[in-house]
């Protein structure tokens, strides 16, 4: 079992960045990531991956602006957002081998 706990949302500016955390209760250094997303009245969408070996995958609505990334030393992954946008608007999930966290709300409004 792994809990998940989720950092870093708040209210931001169109234009401006974000980074968010995820915490993980054991070492998952090997594991599949995600990050994911949920807006208001819109299914869940996965937004970025990063795998066991490093190799990252982002949704075509999100390359160029976000990036996530991994400190395995202490089981945190990462999703660096930049360059902000109303529609980016969502409570942000991580996810590994079928567990989420709580969620934190990313608002992006000036």
């Known amino acids: 079992q792994v809990r998940l706990v989720e950092s870093g949302g708040g209210l931001v500016q169109p234009g401006g960045s974000l980074r968010l955390s995820c915490a993980a209760s054991?070492?998952?250094?090997?594991?599949?990531v995600g990050w994911y997303r949920e807006a208001p009245g819109k299914q869940r969408e996965q937004v970025a991956v990063i795998t066991g070996d490093g190799s990252t995958n982002y949704a075509d609505s999100v390359k160029g602006r976000f990036t996530i990334s991994r400190e395995n030393a202490e089981s945190m992954v990462f999703l660096q957002m930049n360059s902000l946008r109303p529609e980016d608007t969502a409570v942000y999930y991580c996810?590994?081998?079928?567990?989420w966290g709580q969620g934190t709300q990313v608002t992006v409004s000036s």
């Open positions: 996810q590994t081998l079928g567990y």
């Open positions: 054991r070492p998952i250094f090997r594991e599949y």
